[in-house]
């Protein structure tokens, strides 16, 4: 994870993720994004790259995803998978849901409950981070 969304810069990386394995083949390339609506379908077509990829999901619920998300605002969950399990067809590898753990905001038995819904268990695996508060 890091600054900027990297699929908002599509054609770039794309040829970084493609020049990455060309010079490094053995070495695992990660793409680490919180989508942008049509892009991950992209990514999956594009040719002479496998990364690896990471979606930011924090909610499974659009609205709250949005409120912790806001540049996900108008891209849904149920998009958002779509797009994410086409991906994990077309490349033939898992796609982790990154998952920030928000005391009180996102970690109740109800979001679990819908993870287990939303995620497909034989193309996603989840990734849970804890938030580490600083004083």
């Known amino acids: 994870m ?3 969304e990297p699929l908002s810069v599509f054609d770039n990386t794309v ?3 493609c020049y990455f394995r060309e010079q490094h083949p053995s070495v695992t390339f990660c ?3 919180v989508g942008v609506k049509g892009m991950i379908r992209r990514l999956a077509e594009a040719q002479g790259h496998d990364a690896r990829l990471y979606v930011s999901l924090h909610s499974p619920f659009s609205g709250e995803r949005a409120q912790i998300i806001p540049s996900a605002n108008g891209y849904s969950v149920p998009e958002l998978m779509d797009e994410s399990l086409y991906y994990a067809n077309i490349k033939n590898e898992r796609v982790t849901l990154s998952y920030l ?3 009180g905001i996102n970690d109740s038995d109800r ?3 819908e993870i287990i819904k939303t995620a497909s268990p034989e193309l996603t695996s989840i990734q ?3 938030y580490n508060k600083v004083e």
Do not use: F, K
């Open 15 to 17: 040829e970084a993720a």
């Open 111 to 113: 979001h679990a409950d």
């Open 2 to 4: 890091g600054m900027g």
């Open 31 to 33: 793409l680490s994004t």
């Open 128 to 130: 849970i981070l804890l």
């Open 101 to 103: 753990l928000l005391e």
